[in-house]
């Protein structure tokens, strides 16, 4: 399988060309307002002394890692600040992969295509797991693919792109698969704060040596572009122990440490952001989620309607999720989505819509009116 | 070998615990300010649109592409943008490593130990080419060194630690080496704006398509934490014209991009900031070297006096340069260097200095006292 970007691109581009205008659903990018004391810790950081414009530590800022850890309720030892949730996910599944026996990546289908392309890219083999027809992995089904094979498993919720949220008793029943076959889960949990059921649970509550959450503010904050994550490694001295280390000269390495005004920023917003923002995104996006998924109604759809997250995939009667569709649907309909082959085979007939726009209303009309 | 960080902080440690006033001429942090545009850059950043805080390019922002493309004179496609000369160190390494026959790095000692680190890390071997008593490394001995076995050779030239600069000669003999034992020269010139020779010449004058040239804005822009740096790949569709996909690949599957605030900082810094900014940096530094390379003199130490960079490195008599003496020097003279033995044998009797502080001037007395 491809890795997403350059597919969101051949969609991007084909809409930026189309003679029409074009309601963008395809990639994830929010489109609200980040909280003031976001800018303001920009500004404040333009006016900073010379010595603010030098190396954060390589683990991150002290100040955010305290901060994240609080959150977290873990030990600020364990939190290493990374180059978003991409980097944060890269340190996971190659510890993982370095650390456990096996070679072998269990992931969702559909899935996420950046962890199939780094597994791919990393020389791992994949193993796919299909979701149920509610859109969610089966604990018993994870449990039976898994293997002495396998070293990492990924499990991200509120999915991308199902729209699935895991209870903290589906995360426990998958750390312990990862710990019955010698593997690391790699929970990503970016939309955490977009869970609309309530019954979002962290990995990090199976208190696992077998479990390493990623996580970032690209989308908590609305700042996909600032590169601002974070992974939450088991503890040093308990079992799997090691990694910590490993993943922190891994990040010394590659990255030697983060962007320094990104972190102030995220810094300063994480103390000053009420619970309201986070409240008010929920809301704007349950409120498209409506709207949208009532078209889909309308339009005849099977879809299911997403427990969190920023995404709904729908399957339209004869009209699979082609990319041959998804130009049609650009070019007829004036909505862009993403073709369901790019998120693997167990989806390829649906399509997965991004409800990152202010116009979700339109685009709701127009599918109506396209299949109606 | 160790890498240099943690190397750093011990001795950086062990001078904040000091019982006196140490001058810190430890790291390479710049001390002094950076162009006003730089902050321009950051303030407007902290006004800008939503839209503007999403991801951008994983190569990097176009406009601050093309602007590095047309200061290094190629075409833009062969650059990518990187979370700092680290990241485009690495992706330079492990792209020569994978596509290349052999698995040995190619090294100067006295190194930066960043190269050596990254190298054990990825499981190549190293061998190490020893400078000459100038401090520069002979071409002639690294063709002697370079073999099938050798897949990369890293260049540092203005050099960390020793003050070389090499000409665009000795360049093209380095990349000569590498075409004739099919291997990649990385080429890192972070610290070009400081050549105080004229002599500096670019591994990309070659033209040679086993060349990579890494750089970064954090010491020409006193940056080191905004993590903005680049890699030139030789262009696609010529010889070794796949490393350029691999390291984009790469570049996505661990970063999925570099932070857009930075980005957009220095791509304003590069428009706005004019030539007697950086004259004035050289000239700074020029004095420092003037001032201390006296005070070295005083002591009856001995010397390169740097071509280009920031660091002097100086043997005095019966003083060699371990952590003991190091933290002695702190102790009892008030300065802070790093041992020589953190950057190989060849040198392990010297002690490096960074003269990125405004009191190089005391340094330089109190060293002249200590040995006088």
Redesign the interface.
């Known amino acids: 399988m491809d ?1 997403e ?1 350059p597919q969101f691109f051949r969609v991007m581009q084909y809409a930026a060309r189309a003679d029409r205008d074009v309601v963008d659903m395809v990639s994830g ?6 909280p003031e004391g976001l ?1 303001d810790g ?2 404040d ?3 900073a002394e ?7 530590p ?1 683990v991150g800022l002290r100040e955010l890692r305290e901060e994240i850890a609080a959150r977290r309720d873990v030990a600020v030892e364990r939190v290493i600040v990374t ?2 949730a ?2 944060a996910n ?1 340190l996971a599944m190659t510890g993982g992969l370095d650390h456990f026996d096996g070679d072998e990546v269990l992931l969702a289908d559909p899935v996420y295509p ?1 962890y199939a ?2 597994a791919n ?1 990393l020389g791992a083999t994949t193993r796919f797991v299909p979701v149920d027809d509610d859109g969610r992995l089966d604990p018993a089904a994870v449990r039976a693919a898994a293997s002495e094979e396998t070293s990492v498993l990924v499990v991200n919720s509120p999915n991308n792109p199902t729209g699935a949220v895991y209870d903290a008793d589906a995360m426990a029943e998958f750390a312990a698969i990862a710990e019955a076959n010698d593997a690391l889960l790699v929970s990503d949990e970016v939309y955490d704060h977009f869970d609309y059921s309530g019954r979002f649970g962290s990995a990090l509550e199976a208190d696992s040596p077998n479990v390493v959450a990623t996580n970032s503010f690209s989308k908590s904050l ?7 994550g974070y992974a939450v490694f088991p503890p040093e001295g308990g079992p799997n122990g090691d990694l910590l280390e490993r993943a922190r ?2 990040h ?11 972190q102030c ?1 995220v810094s300063r917003a994480l103390k000053t952001t009420s619970p309201e923002y986070y409240a008010d995104c929920r809301r704007r996006l349950e409120r498209r989620i409506d709207r949208f998924c009532g078209a889909l109604d309308e339009a005849g759809a099977e879809f299911n309607r997403p427990d969190g997250g920023f995404y709904v995939m729908a399957r339209f009667p004869d009209f699979p999720g082609s990319f041959e569709n998804v130009y049609e649907l650009i070019d007829e309909a004036g909505v862009g989505g993403m073709p369901g082959e790019a998120f693997g085979d167990s989806r390829a007939d649906w399509i997965r819509f991004a409800l990152v726009t202010p116009r979700v209303d339109e685009a709701a009309e127009r599918l109506a009116d396209f299949f109606g």
Not at 29 to 34: A, E, G, K, L, Q
Request: proline share 10%.
């Open positions: 890795y970007t990018n929010p489109d609200w307002d980040p800018r920009l500004r950081y333009a006016e010379p010595t603010e414009f030098q190396y954060p390589s180059n978003g991409g980097e890269h950046y392309g780094r890219f609305a700042i996909t572009g600032f590169r601002v000269t891994r010394m390495l590659t990255n030697v440490a983060g962007s320094r005004p990104a920023a």
